[in-house]
């Protein structure tokens, strides 16, 4: 069974900084492309940040641009979201999630498998 886990969420103030990681098992994902989404209570979840199967091309909301890094480790089967400078209005479930293909994918249809997301909350 093919599963995503994320894991590095929590509670950050203003300004602050988490790392959120993606394991895959069950197979692995390092010729798809990647991304994370994000829902906030009340909304639908939204397109955070993408990259590309070998990590070479890299696309994000215009909302992360300069404060959310994108990054993938292959041999680790691991994806990750570097978010720096967070804001209130960041505060969501993250979600990763393998796309069909293996260039950078914006939309949900893209994607086919997703994780269970991990509660990201940023305090003012």
């Known amino acids: 069974q093919v599963q995503l886990v994320e894991s590095g969420g929590g509670l950050v103030q203003a300004g602050g900084s988490l790392r959120l990681s993606c394991g895959a098992s069950g197979r692995t994902f390092s010729m798809n492309a990647m991304g994370w989404f994000r829902q906030a209570p009340g909304k639908e979840r939204e397109f955070v940040a993408t990259?590309?199967?070998?990590?070479?091309?890299?696309y994000y909301a215009d909302s992360v641009k300069g404060r959310f890094t994108i990054s993938r480790d292959n041999a680790k089967n691991t994806l990750y979201l570097q978010m720096n400078s967070l804001k209130p209005e960041d505060t969501a479930v993250y979600y990763c999630?393998?796309?069909?293909?293996?260039?950078?994918?914006?939309?949900?249809?893209?994607?086919?498998?997703w994780g269970q997301g991990t509660q990201v909350t940023v305090s003012s």
């Open positions: 990259i590309s199967w070998r990590g070479g091309s890299r």
């Open positions: 999630a393998a796309a069909r293909g293996t260039a950078v994918a914006s939309r949900r249809d893209e994607y086919d498998y």
